[in-house]
Structures are given as structure tokens and as C-alpha cells.
């Protein structure tokens, strides 16, 4: 079995994808690396969940085991043996250079046991009050692991919506719960800091308690052709990909994402944010091609192309205030389709899920490009500045709404060049703003193309 499943693991991926943008590296598909081990599966999958009696039956040691004695530039593999297709697990580290890969027909559960993640006693599975508090670890980290990666055909599940074992709730009925007030203390399922050219390649991510992947304080991260899967309402805070502080040289490529929040969210922390590449995607429901709220540390030198964003709440978004506000610079967005979304682009510096709207750090855009964007379905554009010496600052390059639904307009210290390509926008006469250029029919290319079924 082993032997024919490490032949088509194994076949020569030369595609180089044309990735001609920010991110500064020669970003080729990845290959599966040789194994240095391999762990059969012992338990069974019954429906999407595990049986009952399974519950406490954890392979977390023997999978930390066998990551901890595995030789770099080699992976540990998570196989079916024969009906017994599942593993469970509490948190887990990766090693530098070491890569788990999770095999075809194979589901990785998250424990639903909140005392595991809990990084002091109590501190996991409430809803706290106390500013600042981190009482989960994630579900797989890789703190200061260079080169490692988590990759193939398998599933990994973070049961965001299943109840906490001894617990009337789920980790998203916390998520709800803090709505009124308080942060929910859940696990995040991958994150990856202090972590250079860390690969997430064919994997399959579902149900997060948190975010699905975050990527801070590192240099070089890929993902390619994965698959993000979360329910669209009652997930909150579940975005699928964040790469964030300190995040450089960074492409997402190839990948499908519905999730019950932002669909990729590039957040400027302290340490900024810079050199990304997002390019051959489908978006489905979430909130969006997001940069922000945090952009406080700058975000620059964005390429978002080739691009499907079919029924999301938003769909090309930048999203700051000041309190957490800073400048974001050199984006540009092209080739990129949006249907059915309340908001095909909005650019708000007034967003009100997080922080205080006023503050000390007041947030700027300029040299912002949108090119060759089609959009269908009605919907709200919005260009909110914050006041008028901190302004939007936006060519539209051939932005065409395609249909005759309804369309309203926001704009407010905002300066908008149209053209050179013909862009049907309407923009009124908004608030301490221009609009350069006059609006002009074009003959935009089909997007029928780009909307495909999401890839279960």
C-alpha cells in the first residue's frame, strides 16, 4: 500500500506558476518530501465526528513523538489502515525542516477537551474579561521551525462547532457568547511565527474553533492549492488565511476558501506586512479579500490576482480605524470577479468590529490600483477616509459593473482616478473628495469562467 501511495505522491511537479508580483521569491508547487516514518490510523470516523468512545483516545504523544525524531528535510505521514481512518490530537509541535503530512483518507480531530490547550489552568474554553489574555494554544504550532510544513490529501478538523467535552457549549457558542462583551479563550488551528519558508500544500482545513492559519514574524511562506471549509453563519473569527507581523514574501495560490470570516486578512501588526502574492483563488462566502483591521505596522507591495469572490459579505476590502490605523501602500488588485456580495470593494477606515474608531493611530491609502475588476449582483462601494489629511488615495482601471442591479456609492476624503481603461462607476459628489476621470463603458471579459463549484 505504501509503496503505491508514495508513487503518486511523488510524481515530478515542474509547473512554475507565473506569479509575476511582491513576492519576491521563485514560488514553484511544492513536493511532498521523502518519509522518515509512517503511524496507522487507529481510530474510525463516524459521520464528520468521532465516535463517543473514541473521545479520549488520543495520538497526540505518538505523533509528537515520531515529528520530534524525524530528520530534517523529511516528513512524518498520517496513513489509513484498512476501515481506521482517524487520528486525534491535542496541541502539537512542528520541528524545523519537518513536515506532517496527513494522507489521503485521513481526518486529524482536534480534542474537544479545553484543559489541553490551556495555557494555565481554566484559561481555555471561557470567555474572559481580562485584556490581552491568550489562554489557548493553537491546535499545531511551528514557533521557530524553519522549513517545516504541514501537507497532503487529508483533513484537518478543528470541531469549532461541537460541544467542549464537559460543556453545554461549543468553542463558536463562546465566539457568540463574546459578542456582549469579553474575548473567547479557543484554539487557533496552525500557526507558524518565527517560521522562514513554512509550506501548507493539498491539505484541507475545516471548522476551526479561531483562525484556520496565521503567519507572523517569518520570511517566506506558501500556500498552494488548499482547502478551507467552515459554515458561513454562527463561526465567528473563523478566517481561513492571516498572514500578518512581521509577514514577508508570502503566496497563497490555488486555493478555495468559505469560511464564516475573512477569507484572507493581511494584517500590518507592529512588525508590518509586505511582499504578498494572492493569485489563482476562489472565494466563496466569508468576509473577504481583507486587508487589515491592524495596519498600525504599514502594509505594502500587495498583488491580488486572478481572483473569484462568488457571494462573500465583502468582497475587495481594506478595513482600519484609529486606533489601529496606519499606512497602506502599493496594492494592487487585477483580474478579479465579484458576485452576490453587499460590498464588492470597500475601503473603510471606520471599522467598528474592532478597537476605538478615534485615536492616535489614524489610518492612510494611497497608490492603490484596482484593474480589470468585473462585478455583478448589486451591492454598496465604499471609499471612507479617515479625515481629510488622512485620505484614500484610488485609481480604478477598468472596474465595470456588468449587470443592471442596484448599486449605491460612499465616498468621503477620498481622491479616485478613473481609467485608463473604461470604468462604469458612478461616483456622487461625496465629502472632501475627487473623482478624476469620467465614466465610461467598456467591454468587459467574461467571468463565467472563474465562478466553479467549491472543491469538496
Known sequence: MISRFLASLLLPFSLVSCLAAQDARTVIEPILPSLCTTLDAHLQAVGNTLAPADEQKLDTARIQKAIDHCGKERAVMLRVDDTRNAFLTGPIELRPEVTLIVGPGITLFASRDASLYATSPGSCGIVSHTPGMHGCKPLISAHHAPGSGIMGDGVIDGRGGEKILGSQYSWWDLAEQARAGGGQQVPQLIVADYSDNFTLYRITLKNSPNFHVVYDHGDGFTVWGIRIDTPQRLARNTDGVDPGDGAKNVTITHTSIRTGDDN?????????????????????????????????????????????????????????????????????????????????ITFDTGYTAAGTLTGNLPPSMRD?????????????????????????????????????????????????????????????????????????????????????????
Open 368 to 456: 492603490i490600483t484596482l484593474r480589470n475588476i468585473r462585478i455583478s449582483g448589486g451591492g454598496k462601494f465604499t471609499f471612507n477616509g479617515y479625515d481629510h489629511d488622512h485620505r484614500i488615495a484610488a485609481r480604478l482601471d477598468g472596474v465595470q459593473i456588468t449587470d443592471e442591479a442596484s448599486y449605491t456609492y460612499a465616498l468621503n476624503h477620498a481622491d479616485l482616478t478613473l481609467g485608463p481603461d473604461p470604468t462604469n462607476l458612478h461616483f456622487p459628489a461625496g465629502e472632501d473628495s475627487t473623482v478624476s476621470g469620467t465614466p465610461a463603458e467598456g467591454n468587459p471579459a467574461s467571468c463565467a469562467e472563474k465562478f466553479v463549484p467549491f472543491r469538496q
Open 264 to 344: 484572507v486578512a493581511i494584517k500590518g501588526g507592529a512588525g508590518g506586512a509586505t511582499s504578498m502574492t494572492i493569485s489563482h483563488d476562489h472565494f466563496y462566502w466569508g468576509h473577504g479579500m481583507s486587508i487589515g483591521s491592524e495596519t498600525f505596522g504599514g502594509v505594502s507591495k500587495i498583488r491580488v490576482f486572478d481572483l473569484s469572490l462568488d457571494g462573500p459579505d465583502n468582497g475587495i476590502r481594506i478595513k482600519s480605524n484609529g486606533s489601529r490605523g496606519g499606512l497602506t501602500q502599493d496594492v494592487v488588485y487585477d483580474d478579479v470577479c465579484i458576485r452576490n456580495s453587499p460590498n464588492p
